[in-house]
């Protein structure tokens, strides 16, 4: 029993850890995500007897959604900007894979009617891959455009301009139908959706439209969370989109143009031209530097009478900024902002923010302190968006942030134990736990995730290290323990957190599943099943983490590279610099990117307001 | 009395056909402007005796403006975007130079508080010329950027950038203070303006602030005009300012998006891409132009499905479009759109305006037709400014479109009549008619305009042409006839009309006399005074015709340069690239307008819906 709370606790030290020592780069604070597995789980289910048996159950396996563990009308395939509303799948018949589908006599008929919700990087990457041939493809997304999110802070200041960054669904995807709209409500019981035109150009009266599919895959991403902040909505912006970052571009100049009115109080020139940042993430953290950037290189010398009221305040809940990067990126960040005059506030909760100032709370104080701003950014997290929320009300998962498949690590603890434990004596050996986790580690990723940051090579070394165990090599394994502290794990390990590289990875993996779907009945590659016989279709999804950087301005960058590597200064900035010029989707954007720069280089920052 | 006669219906015919043969481009429709007479009257005018008497009076002068014909408080200095609402000079002591500003023996105090409205053309031509060390400037602006506005219908259709044509004015002028706000009020009595920060970022309660003058150049320019037309301003497009260009380039793409939505029907489909253009002038056309290109050559090929129902109406109430140009041109125009679909509607006049469609009468049949349209944009001509609506209101001058000053050719002729009639016998003889024209000829730039556009070398060849008095010598002109036929003339012919190039020269002018005002005083180079003794300080304003381009589109343009030079086709159209390209006010704007060309060569424009 005392290993069995070793391991358990080794877990969930884990866990806690992952939280400040998280290896990939998050849009935002990351959360709970567990899209690509699920989405993995899906599509290697197959079509074995229990899918069968579930098949054309949707409409009322839904609202029991919570006790019908095994239902499998519905998967999170995930991808996106959202590890909350990701990539979604609902199926038709209870399974996603129907062999009719491709057997169908009728080729017209048997094509089977695929939308996809969103032009993110899921969405577009999957697109980008799948085969028009074999499925009806449909796009509904309120832009008709693409963005290359990465470079959306180098939009606030103007190092890059917006369009130079979106590139039209319409050039990129010739051959599928894309509507410019807006999906309000998903009816799954019917298989439709009702979409709407958001755009103000719309015919009068017929605003709304109905689209019928077979497969939804849903990539909706996410939307900035305001935690439910009093306040945040009506005086932060946010930088979530294009527009965010266009809106905030206008302000920052406003801001200047403002204080530089005849009429105005020294204080409020200052509060005017006080910036202040609500999250110390990456996006929180690139931003306040490109600001820094423009400031100093650009509007001082164009607004030399108020340069010196200047201040930029980041806050961060944490106690660094940047925590989820390495801690000499971390720290070079802190030592950079501080050189700068960038004012870091750590450990510090926002409780309310108004009109002119936000409401902090310093944790260890306790204090409350008023920081008056002219513009506030709010970048601490994303939720859900209203038409998941919604969906999600529909099918009873009111108490999730993202959709749920039939299939969680923590329920299926349970069958691994019973499987696994073959005297049935109600802890595992060393030996049983031993095969049993190697099974449920290619089922779940987020275990070989943990495995490989606490440089385990196997399993058994998760039981060796634990203190005081190291010797020890007989365990027992008490079920409900080992169950509950997996759980834990799966609750709290960040797998895939919401940044472009997993979402285009996800996308590109799923649409080679579709597309491969008529092969893989016959000559399935994935794992051994856990219940039941016979091997699943496919391979899991496998996350090639490419590295992340976080850009600090005046030309310095930091950046973590696969196997630990740690680069910062200026010569990573050109690595950058290179890796999003390739990066870019089109040679279109290419150029328009790399000539923002050189100009930049050139002429500065526009600073028109507009 | 015949002869007399003859030249009053030969000075009708000319103003008559100046409506439909103007060698300048206007921007819209060119109405009757006389800001640059009245400017140069105002600078020529001198400290005399009369001047001095009316010192001090402005407020009491204003209430009675039109009575009191002599008051030399206010001049109309014009330029910029308005022949309506152009540059103003307000003076301060009822005389705009006062040689005491210049002798002050303070040199702080003696700088004389110059306060410019607005950043366009006019504006931003006289502040990149005017002597700070000689006047304490100050700018007040709603936007903070100027824009090269021949380039505005570019901006449409993604051609050339929003950004790319705009430069901000603290980049332009570092040494003088701007205001980005908007002027709401003229308070000439106090000599105060009440300006109004109208953007959304703004210290609450703060909002409004005064700034003082001394000279007032008003040069704000002017806005769309509706005629009172219902429904326009709620329905249409207009395209007078950078926003108007990018509003216009979103609802092209989304009307575009709409159509291909799956519930519409083939009508409502057809309505969407109904692309209607209210006025034949420069502008409308090159917009149709724009547009047909954009359909054509970057959107058929992305909406495939709905490219066949896109119609573009242009609607004119003459007989042809772009009837400010040479007919050539003109006739080109129309033959070019007729080739390429755009429906051309001469003798329309646009009654009402709703949410589908536009009313519309044919003038030869009385008929009233509904034209459907997805998108209406109205470029019919220009009207005054609210703010200078409310000022002229003020001062008693709400007849007027333009603000007044208190010399105008019509009342200047009885004077001139008066000094020429020398044996006082009520008629002039063709020596002394000679005479005074010359002398009027001088002052009055509309009558040298007329001159050389009916191709007289000779005041005298008027008289000499006029049918049936060839041959006659002897004339004798009544003056009352002669005075009422000169006024027709200053009411119709339009000097110079609402273009950037006439504004520029005005701006350049006007400040050129500014700085050069204390040497003026004692080496005068104007002409001779009509009333008074000896010289007015400055020579006229002499506006130097530059040409005028049309392009209409497909890599094709019409072009009238001076000496009456008409070209028409691609090469034109380099010319247009060469010309526009080197009058960029920047190096910063000509590279992004170049890399803009260069850009749509390579990749298109971008259908980006933002």
Redesign the interface.
Same mark, same amino acid.
């Given at each position: 029993m005392r290993s069995a709370r070793s391991v358990t606790a080794l877990l969930r030290r884990g866990a806690q850890q992952s939280t400040t020592k998280w290896p990939f780069r998050p849009t935002a604070e990351p959360r709970n995500n567990f899209g690509a597995v699920l989405a993995r789980r899906f599509l290697s289910s197959g079509t074995n007897g229990e899918s069968t048996q579930h098949r054309r159950v949707f409409g009322r396996a839904l609202p029991n959604w919570e006790k019908t563990q095994s239902y499998r009308g519905i998967v999170l395939a995930l991808g996106a900007s959202g590890c909350l509303g990701g990539l979604v799948l609902v199926a038709v018949d209870g399974d996603l894979i129907p062999v009719q589908a491709f057997t169908s006599t009728d080729p017209g008929e048997g094509k089977k009617k695929l939308v996809v919700l969103g032009t993110g990087w899921g969405g577009m990457s999957f697109l980008k891959q799948i085969d028009t041939r074999q499925y009806d493809v449909k796009i509904i997304s309120p !832009? *008709?455009?693409f963005v290359f999110t990465p470079l959306l802070p180098s939009v606030t200041n103007g190092t890059v301009?917006? !369009?130079s960054i979106?590139?039209?669904v319409? !050039?990129m995807l010739?051959s599928v139908?894309?509507? %410019?709209?807006e999906c309000v409500n998903i009816d799954a019981v019917n298989k439709k959706l009702l979409c709407r035109?958001a755009? *103000?150009?719309?015919?009068?009266g017929?605003e709304d439209? %109905?689209?019928d599919y077979d497969y939804l895959i849903v990539a909706v991403g996410a939307m900035s969370n305001t935690f439910g902040t009093e306040g945040v909505k009506e005086y932060c912006h946010f930088l979530k989109e294009?527009?965010d970052a266009e809106k905030i571009r206008e302000?920052v100049?406003?801001?200047f143009?403002?204080a530089?009115?005849?009429?105005?109080s020294d204080e409020?020139r200052k509060r005017?031209l006080s910036f202040v940042i609500v999250g110390g993430g990456p996006t929180g953290v690139e931003f306040a530097a490109e600001l820094y950037d423009l400031v100093s290189e650009d509007l001082a010398s164009?607004?030399p009478s108020v340069k010196d009221l200047v201040t930029v305040t980041v806050i961060q809940s944490g106690d660094h900024i940047l925590n989820t990067f390495d801690h000499r990126i971390s720290k070079f960040a802190e030592e950079k902002f501080q050189r700068d005059g960038v004012t870091v506030k750590t450990n510090c909760r926002v409780l309310k923010v108004n009109?002119k100032d936000v409401l902090v709370k310093e944790k260890a104080t306790g204090q409350e302190v008023h920081v008056p701003f002219?513009?506030a950014v709010w970048s601490t997290g994303i939720g859900t968006r209203p038409v998941l929320t919604k969906f999600m009300k529909t099918i009873g998962q009111t108490d999730r942030r993202v959709l749920a498949t039939d299939e969680w690590l923590r329920d299926d603890i349970a069958y691994l134990f019973e499987k696994a434990d073959i005297d049935k004596s109600g802890t595992l050996e060393i030996e049983e736990f031993q095969r049993t986790m190697e099974k449920a580690r290619e089922r779940y990723p987020q275990l070989e995730v943990y495995l490989q940051r606490q440089k385990f090579r196997h399993v058994v070394d998760m039981v060796k290290i634990s203190p005081g165990d190291a010797k020890e090599k007989a365990m027992h394994l008490n079920v409900d323990e080992f169950k509950k502290s997996l759980a834990q794990v799966d609750k709290q390990l960040k797998l895939f957190p919401a940044t472009a590289q997993v979402a285009a990875q996800q996308g590109a993996y799923l649409a080679a599943c579709f597309n491969a779907l008529p092969k893989k009945d016959y000559k399935p590659e994935g794992p051994e099943r856990i219940r039941g016989e016979g091997r699943h279709r496919f391979r899991q999804f496998q996350y090639r983490h490419m590295g992340q950087f976080a850009p600090l301005g005046s030309e310095q960058c930091g950046a973590e590279l696969p196997g630990d590597w740690v680069s910062i200064g200026r010569s990573t900035q050109w690595l950058w610099y290179s890796v999003y010029a390739s990066k870019q989707v089109s040679? !279109?954007t290419r150029?328009?990117v790399l000539?923002d720069w050189t100009?930049r280089l050139?002429?500065g920052r526009?600073?028109?307001?507009?």
């Open positions: !832009r *008709n455009y301009e917006a !369009r979106a590139e039209p319409r !050039r010739s139908d894309f509507y %410019e709209s035109d755009s *103000n150009v719309r015919v009068k017929k439209f %109905e689209v294009l527009e302000s100049v406003d801001c143009e403002t530089c009115l005849p009429h105005l409020e005017m164009l607004y009109e002219g513009m040679w !279109r150029a328009l000539f100009k050139f002429f526009d600073s028109s307001r507009m």
